[in-house]
């Protein structure tokens, strides 16, 4: 098998969470600047925690400084510990046949990994309710860039560290829900293996350029693409 590395997004594709990122992000904005109407013109699936941290400042007429982003994000991870904590478990799940994905991925050695735009604290505090995060030993991060591609670029790189190989030499493979994470796949030239598990379909996935596209990663030949059976 050709050495690989996987890049699993977070939000919409190993987990639904039931809201609680929005939720905290609202609920982060209104502590500080007493709105919680910050999030509430755009949407937020696909964008890294920084891009929507900058996009709320602005909608709600504040400078979005890079100084301003630092200091909203450790209090929007504290808040998100109580959201998460406190959280509905019936809307909360992992997708599935996400678990199994990547434990097959893991017996087989392949480099198993994050590729999310949310920061890592985030990444962490939203898994570890689903006992998933130590499963991940390595990723790109939205606060490694606050560009999808990039990120992606970074995780990829980490992984094939791991391998012991150059990022050139690897199979690189992003697992992702929206058009987002498609364009951002492309761009670093990687697969993406498409899940109609968010707010996006399999066939809508598939139009904007996914590799393979299912509706879950349970579907019949799912994880055979995954694994580049």
Not at 69 to 96: F, K, N, Q, T, W
Not at 152 to 163: D, P, V
Not at 204 to 219: E, K
Request: charged letters at 25%; one cysteine or more; hydrophobic letters at 40%.
């Amino acid at each position: 098998m050709q050495p690989t590395v996987l890049l699993f997004d977070v939000d919409g594709t190993l987990v639904t969470t039931g809201g609680v990122g929005r939720r905290a992000l609202e609920r982060t904005f209104e502590r500080l600047y007493g709105r919680l109407d910050a999030c509430s013109s755009f949407r937020l699936d696909g964008m890294t925690d920084r891009a929507i941290v900058r996009k709320a400042l602005e909608a709600i007429g504040r400078e979005a400084s890079e100084v301003a982003i630092d200091a909203i994000l450790p209090v929007y991870v504290e808040v998100l510990e109580r959201e998460v904590s406190e959280a509905d478990m019936g809307r909360y799940r992992i997708h599935d046949g996400m678990r199994e994905a990547v434990d097959a991925s893991l017996r087989l050695g392949l480099a198993v990994g994050l590729g999310t735009g949310n920061i890592r604290e985030g990444a962490r505090v939203k898994l570890s309710r689903v006992g998933l995060f130590h499963r991940f030993a390595f990723g790109g991060f939205g606060c490694d860039s606050e560009d999808r591609a990039e990120l992606l670029r970074i995780g990829a790189e980490r992984g094939a560290r791991k391998l012991g190989k150059a990022t050139a030499d690897c199979r690189v493979v992003v697992i992702g829900d929206t058009p987002k994470d498609v364009a951002a796949a492309t761009t670093i030239g990687a697969e993406c293996l498409g899940v109609g598990t968010g707010s996006f379909t399999a066939e809508q996935l598939l139009a904007r350029g996914a590799t393979h596209a299912y509706g879950d990663l349970s579907a019949p030949g799912a994880l055979a693409a995954l694994l580049g059976g």
